[in-house]
C-alpha cells in the first residue's frame, strides 16, 4: 500500500478527527508523540503536525 499511499494532511488527516489523527500518530511514533498534536491550537494545525511527523516514519517514505 505505500507504493501508492501516502498519509498526507490532504488524503488522510484533514478527513479524520483530532483523537483519531492522535491514534494514528500514537501508532507510528509512540506514546509520547500525541501530544504535539493535542496540543496544537486548531485541527489545521494538528494536521500539519501529523504530516510532518509521519513523513519521516517507516513505511511512509515517498518513493
Do not use: C
Request: aromatic share 8%.
Amino acid at each position: 500500500m505505500t507504493r501508492w499511499f501516502e498519509p498526507t494532511g490532504d488524503s488522510y488527516f484533514s478527513h479524520i478527527n483530532r483523537q483519531s489523527i492522535e491514534a494514528v500518530i500514537r501508532e507510528a511514533k509512540g506514546d509520547q508523540a500525541p501530544l504535539a498534536v493535542k496540543a496544537a491550537g486548531n485541527k489545521l494545525e494538528a494536521v500539519g503536525i501529523a504530516e510532518r511527523m509521519v513523513v519521516d516514519s517507516v513505511g511512509f517514505r515517498s518513493l
